[in-house]
């Protein structure tokens, strides 16, 4: 998602009707829409440590046990 976009979203909200009364802070949306970024950024990257090693061995025997070969996949590949 591109910036413009996030700042976009961000500036609706001072749109809904229990913001109406409120003046938009600029420098305040601005920073929001960066932090937003920052997570948008953040989930297209691997998140890779996360399972501890025991946890990565029982999510290899449980595919082995589905589906009995080593190139089983949790999602289809086109």
Avoid: H
């Avoid at 920073?31 to 920052?38: G, L, M, P, Q, T």
């Avoid at 946890?55 to 999602?75: A, F, P, Q, S």
């Amino acid at each position: 998602m591109e910036m413009e976009e996030i700042r976009g979203a961000v500036a609706r909200g001072w749109g809904y009707p229990r913001n109406t009364e409120k003046v938009m802070d600029v420098d305040l949306a601005d920073a929001i829409s960066v932090e937003i970024k920052k997570l948008f950024v953040a989930f297209k990257e691997p998140q890779l440590g996360c399972a501890t090693t025991e946890e990565l061995l029982n999510e290899i025997k449980v595919r082995i046990e589905m589906d009995g070969k080593l190139d089983y996949r949790t999602i289809d590949s086109d």
